[in-house]
């Protein structure tokens, strides 16, 4: 079974910080590369973030680089972000995201199909 479920979100400053947390089914962990993708109303869809434990990669976009930093719990099958030095247009939903269809296991992801609730993270002035 494919799972992924985020949490972390909320409501903080600008010049914050929030962590952001993603549990992933063992199969999914080891198998996809994982990315954190945010939605923000009348913007495009970003992937921001990915992590592959699987072949040992990452990335990030230049809109968070340098801010954010992405880990992973083998432990916990879970992957975190890291989001340092927030800003207004950070404000989103953000989700974890994989791509089940042509099983991608190296970042950046580029196409994602599966995805969890998300988490809400608003960043006020």
């Known amino acids: 079974e494919v799972l992924v479920v985020e949490s972390g979100g909320g409501l903080v400053q600008a010049g914050g910080s929030l962590r952001l947390s993603c549990v992933v089914s063992e199969f999914t962990f080891n198998k996809y590369a994982i990315a954190w993708v945010r939605q923000a109303p009348g913007k495009e869809r970003e992937e921001i973030s990915c992590?592959?434990?699987?072949?040992?990669?990452?990335s990030y976009a230049d809109s968070v680089k340098g801010r954010f930093t992405i880990s992973a719990d083998n432990a916990k099958k879970t992957v975190y972000l890291q989001m340092n030095s927030l800003k207004t247009e950070d404000t989103a939903v953000y989700y974890c995201a994989i791509d089940l269809t042509y099983g991608n296991s190296r970042c950046p992801l580029n196409y994602y199909d599966f995805w969890g609730q998300g988490t809400q993270v608003t960043v006020s002035s």
């Open positions: 992590i592959s434990v699987r072949d040992s990669t990452r």
